[in-house]
């Protein structure tokens, strides 16, 4: 009991919780670039600085906003994803009348006691990424003001409230304005618009505010308020439905969907509000608790000047990891996967339409979400996928053939299964790898089949037929290594996710006790398929003829280590010399010019993590940090692309603990920058919960929480020969390292294992 006691104290983090603050202490500035909001009327004097680099973002998965943070005159620009121009685009073109683009929806405007700012003091605004509540507050003649704002997934509404600390200080009026032409009408304290667009999507938004101490009227495009405070109720919603057999609509007049959401969210409390809403969000963002140290006092857009000249802050890099979190459950929640912006749009025609590439983008997306905790946040990519098969499947035959088995996509797909510009064809077989991922960390049986099985197995047909046979070996025929180089048969990119479609199918049928001749066809194929090859300056081939001039060029596209990571083909400790010229390889690419992109950086922390080089994982979160990070911590491509934080997040789990390999691999690559630190509710597959603790760099203690009562395989950081585990109200054990290194145990469902030295 004493040994457990000491055991448990040295599990605990070594500080506090660290804030998760992001935190400005003056008001937005700069110019906006391309935004497409239509002010209307007298709101052409607000201010509209800056929408990508110095706005804030809130969302409920569904909704989302931008809030500035200008103290009397704040613009809050909100979005809801269905919110889509297009259509199931048969011409696979990528135009923007037919394939669509992702809209913004409007913006809410509020004006505050005659916004004089003469004599305002102590301002800050800030993003709570632990309550997923904005803050902006303000002082002016001995009044503290205070604006919060917040996206309720309960209460399916964005809440704004404007309060001070003496009474009837709260004067102004607040209006709602398309970004659609849209008409505003009022009716007492509510604003409404509604429109159609082109494709016939109707869509609806409702401002309502409630003033405590004072009325508030709606005339006109605004309404005005006076009082003691007010809290302004903002609900939008579209009749996207995301079904292809209801065409894509739910058949709902939203004007009704967002009264009904309005009613019941307007006539609770501020306080009621507000509780429902942090209980559910800190649900999501307190599984996972990363603690490297304490911030400076300084504000993030300082933090980030110094750390762009070299100064170290490791409490900024936490922040990222955290950012990526906290942009997942803002974005993605039940209804559409985060899209290339996850949601937050301020223009009619955003880059690349804010569409869904599936070359990268997309899957970076979410290649956070099992490790990082946040497993239901996956859900809306399993469900955007399905519901795209059908239109996917019609262009799939449409190019290939009456007789095709399975379905692939374009590299740019829309809501409405509407697949567009070039062909991408390993891009199912990749979102496939995401179905199997989701079982292998939960070990969700009813998932698998139902769900996952049914794709692999469509995916994996789909490549039977495709296969062409070359000097006795399987090739992908007229590839493409994305987006870089000649179409040709065999890429190593295609090579190796089809290896990974036909290994995790193979694996989910023995799970499943599928059998047949197909599952033995695929076998056969699997081992037949051209693997990865070593060139003459020892890199992983790209192509299957050597093109140093390409594979040197520093290409932005890292698609020929695939197997390296997502995948797992080639794995540091199962195949070393291929490991060896990943490495060669990935150095190859540097970290210049095009190189330097939202998502190259996480992508190759991920890479240089699972090779176990944490110097090198350490200097790609500070790249991305220097060269692509703006200063609300968003990832710029250029422009603003999320595809940067939400990969990032996902690259920073790989260096705290790996699971792709048949074990679990604990803090295998810590930053150099991180010194002492801990992790708390990291998952790993085969449904284990993993926490850590290190000083100086090296390990002290870890932690396993078994879900399902599997055995653990476990390798500890420095391979230490032998480590006492000690199961909590249990026994402690004395284990030595197996052959290659690994602590093996069994566990029992619900039960934690304390690890140490
Ligand atoms: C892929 C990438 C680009 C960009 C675009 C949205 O095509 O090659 O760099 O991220 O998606």
């Known amino acids: 009991m004493k040994h457990l006691a000491k055991v448990l104290l040295l599990s605990l983090p070594l500080h506090a919780s660290p804030s998760l603050e992001i935190r400005f202490d003056a008001p937005p500035t700069g110019k906006d670039k391309g935004s497409s909001t239509n002010f209307m009327g007298d709101a052409a004097t607000f201010p509209s600085s800056n929408w990508e680099s110095q706005a804030q973002p809130v969302g409920n998965g569904r909704i989302g906003a931008m809030v500035f943070g200008n103290p009397l005159r704040e613009r809050i620009q909100f979005n809801e994803n269905s919110l889509w121009t297009g259509g199931a685009n048969p011409s696979g073109g990528y135009d923007v009348n037919e394939f669509g683009s992702y809209q913004n929806f409007g913006d809410v405007l509020i004006e505050l006691n005659g916004a004089e700012t003469d004599g305002l003091t102590d301002f800050s605004r800030k993003l709570d990424l632990a309550t997923g509540i904005h803050t902006t507050t303000w002082k002016k003649d001995s009044v503290t003001y205070t604006r919060e704002v917040f996206a309720s997934k309960p209460d399916e509404a964005i809440v704004i409230?404007?309060?001070?600390?003496?009474?009837?200080?709260?004067?102004?009026?607040?209006?709602?304005?398309?970004?659609?032409?849209?008409?505003?009408?009022?009716?007492?304290?509510?604003?409404?618009?509604?429109?159609?667009?082109a494709n016939g999507l109707r869509h609806a938004a409702q401002l309502t505010a409630v003033s405590e101490g004072g009325p508030a009227t709606a005339s006109n495009d605004w309404i005005s308020f006076s009082g003691n405070a007010v809290t302004l109720v903002l609900t939008a919603a579209t009749d996207y439905a995301l079904d292809p057999n209801k065409g894509f609509r739910s058949g709902k007049d939203p004007a009704v969907t967002v009264a009904d959401q309005s009613q019941k969210a307007a006539t609770q409390s501020y306080d009621k509000l507000r509780t429902s809403h942090v209980a559910d969000f800190t649900g999501l963002m307190g599984r996972v608790t990363l603690d490297v140290g304490n911030p400076s006092d300084k504000p993030i857009n300082q933090r980030l000047e110094?750390?762009?000249?070299?100064?170290?802050?490791?409490?900024?890099?936490?922040?990222?990891?955290?950012?990526?979190?906290?942009l997942l459950a803002s974005s993605s929640r039940g209804f559409l996967p985060a899209n290339l912006q996850g949601l937050w749009n301020d223009s009619n025609k955003p880059a690349w339409y804010a569409d869904y590439h599936t070359n990268i983008n997309i899957q970076m997306n979410y290649w956070l979400a099992e490790p990082s905790n946040l497993a239901e946040c996956a859900r809306p990519l399993f469900d955007w996928t399905v519901a795209m098969i059908p239109g996917s499947r019609e262009a799939t035959v449409k190019e290939f053939g009456e007789k095709t088995r399975g379905w692939t996509m374009r590299t740019s797909v829309n809501i409405y299964g509407g697949n567009g510009w070039k062909w991408n064809l390993p891009a199912s077989a990749w979102l496939a790898r995401h179905f199997w991922d989701h079982y292998a960390f939960t070990g969700d049986?009813?998932?698998?089949?139902?769900?996952?099985?049914?794709?692999?197995?469509?995916?994996?047909?789909?490549?039977?037929d495709h296969l062409i046979e070359k000097d006795g070996k399987l090739l992908v025929p007229q590839g493409w290594s994305p987006e870089h180089g000649p179409r040709e048969d065999g890429v190593a990119h295609d090579q190796q996710i089809v290896w990974d479609l036909f290994t995790n199918t193979l694996d989910a049928a023995s799970i499943l006790r599928e059998k047949s001749a197909t599952l033995g066809a695929i076998e056969v194929a699997r081992n037949k398929l051209l693997g990865p090859k070593i060139g003459s300056w020892g890199q992983i081939m790209e192509w299957t003829t050597e093109r140093p001039e390409l594979e040197k060029s520093g290409h932005r596209h890292t698609s020929h280590l695939y197997a390296l990571h997502p995948g797992n083909q080639i794995t540091l400790h199962g195949t070393p010399d291929l490991a060896k010229a990943a490495a060669i390889s990935l150095e190859s690419r540097g970290t210049s010019g095009d190189s330097r992109r939202s998502w190259t950086w996480p992508w190759r922390t991920a890479m240089w993590a699972r090779l176990g080089r944490p110097d090198k994982a350490g200097e790609m979160i500070r790249g991305l940090l220097v060269h692509n990070t703006l200063p609300n911590l968003f990832t710029t491509h250029p422009p603003f692309q999320i595809d940067g934080n939400l990969g990032i997040t996902a690259g920073v789990c790989e260096t705290l603990v790996q699971s792709h390999a048949g074990e679990i691999s604990i803090l295998p690559a810590v930053f150099p920058q991180w010194k002492d630190g801990s992790v708390k509710g990291l998952l790993a597959r085969g449904g284990f919960e993993v926490s850590a603790t290190w000083k100086d760099g090296a390990i002290q203690s870890a932690a396993l929480t078994s879900k399902l009562g599997k055995p653990a395989v476990v390798r500890l950081q420095g391979n230490p020969s032998s480590v006492t585990v000690s199961e909590t109200g249990g026994t402690t054990t004395k284990l030595n390292a197996a052959e290659d290194g690994t602590f093996r145990f069994d566990t029992k469902k619900g039960t934690t294992y304390q690890l140490t030295k």
């Open 161 to 197: 409230r404007l309060s001070a600390d003496q009474p009837a200080k709260i004067t102004g009026k607040a209006s709602l304005a398309g970004a659609h032409k849209e008409t505003t009408v009022a009716s007492e304290n509510t604003l409404r618009i509604s429109g159609s667009l």
């Open 306 to 326: 110094e750390y762009k000249k070299g100064a170290a802050d490791p409490h900024l890099e936490m922040l990222m990891f955290q950012y990526g979190r906290y």
């Open 445 to 464: 049986e009813k998932f698998l089949r139902d769900q996952a099985w049914p794709v692999l197995y469509e995916i994996s047909q789909f490549w039977l």
